[in-house]
T-cell receptor, first 114, second 116 residues
Framework: DAGVIQSPRHEVTEMGQEVTLRCKPI?????LFWYRQTMMRGLELLIY????????DSGMPEDRFSAKMPNASFSTLKIQPSEPRDSAVYFC????????????FGPGTRLTVT | DQQVKQNSPSLSVQEGRISILNCDYT??????FLWYKKYPAEGPTFLIS?????DKNEDGRFTVFLNKSAKHLSLHIVPSQPGDSAVYFC???????????????FGKGTLLTVNP
């Protein structure tokens, strides 16, 4: 079975540009999470969707960040405009049910904003 | 305010010996704990978990111990293998019901190196 799929794996962009990260969760999973990993703060939850509905976006750093989940098999995380401090690895994870068991992570997108 | 702490950034052990990775937490509401393993350029992979109603859970070479009174858990790997070399994250969540039981709080990780 395919795991969580993320694209692109690497993204290098200039400050001020729009960045869109994509995620395909594991088929049948109805919970989706976006995380950001930095050296300073470790792994932080940005936003959580359940059944395609955003439930908790309290971790989204500011209005420049937005996320959508138009259907059960696709989600995007958009940063507009991007800033150098957004440089990090962004992970998407999915799970079956809201609180059941573990979350399964994708390989991540390494974002560099120059 | 770090609610889940992994105080050792790194650990080095010899192949065949035991690796012990430690994790402390401050939030007494946490009732479910997980360990993830992460290789470079990959996402974290779920390894093993434990509910707060237990004090031990074992899966092959991996055993997690939970000491609720001390708010401490540990992951034991016996015997350690070079392929176990990775970053290990401790994570915790709370709430069997209600709206918060999805939220994982992660430690910052411990880099384990198993030397041949």
């Amino acid at each position: 079975d395919a795991g969580v799929i993320q694209s692109p794996r690497h993204e290098v962009t200039e400050m001020g540009q729009e960045v869109t990260l994509r995620c395909k969760p594991i088929s049948g999973h109805n919970s989706l999470f976006w995380y950001r990993q930095t050296m300073m703060r470790g792994l932080e939850l940005l936003i959580y969707f359940n059944n395609n509905v955003p439930i908790d976006d309290s971790g989204m750093p500011e209005d420049r960040f937005s996320a959508k989940m138009p259907n059960a098999s696709f989600s995007t995380l958009k940063i507009q405009p991007s800033e150098p401090r957004d440089s990090a690895v962004y992970f998407c994870a999915s799970s079956l049910g809201q609180g059941i068991g573990a979350q399964y992570f994708g390989p991540g997108t390494r974002l560099t904003v120059t | 305010d770090q609610q889940v702490k992994q105080n050792s950034p790194s650990l080095s052990v010899q192949e065949g010996r035991i690796s012990i990775l430690n994790c402390d937490y401050t939030n007494s509401m946490f009732d479910y704990f997980l360990w993830y393993k992460k290789y470079p350029a990959e996402g974290p992979t779920f390894l093993i978990s434990i509910s707060s109603i237990k004090d031990k859970n074992e899966d092959g070479r991996f055993t997690v111990f939970l000491n609720k009174s001390a708010k401490h858990l540990s992951l034991h790997i016996v015997p350690s293998q070079p392929g176990d070399s990775a970053v290990y994250f401790c994570a915790a969540k709370w709430g069997d019901s209600g709206g918060s039981n999805y939220k994982l709080t992660f430690g910052k990780g411990t880099l384990l190196t198993v030397n041949p």
